[in-house]
């Protein structure tokens, strides 16, 4: 998770920074497996001038849940946002257009 958002602050072009980025966006990784005090939670906050993570429950502009394998396949991409193990929740499209911008390169 941390490659995707680190390479994502490096590289990503002023302009689809700038268009992501913003007062109150944010993304929330919610893994729903495992034992409650283990799960994992992430939490990207897109402010004005930079994208930084960490991990934590914290509301967010959009939530991705499910578990924890089928959230970090789509988080990379690897899995579609309406497969049957994930849940979106909030703001669909900021979740969309920050996988469309963040890649590996």
Do not use: C, N
């Amino acid at each position: 998770m941390a490659a995707v958002v680190e390479f994502a602050q490096r590289t990503m072009p002023h302009v689809e920074a700038g268009e992501l980025r913003g007062a109150g966006r944010s993304i929330q990784l919610h893994a729903t497996d495992g034992a409650p005090a283990l799960r994992a939670e992430w939490f990207v906050e897109l402010t004005d001038d930079v994208i930084v993570w960490r991990r934590g429950h914290e509301k967010a502009t959009v939530v991705l849940r499910g578990p924890l394998t089928a959230v970090l396949l789509a988080f990379y991409r690897r899995l579609p946002l309406d497969g049957p193990e994930l849940e979106v929740l909030g703001e669909r499209e900021l979740l969309e257009f920050w996988l469309e911008r963040a890649t590996f390169g």
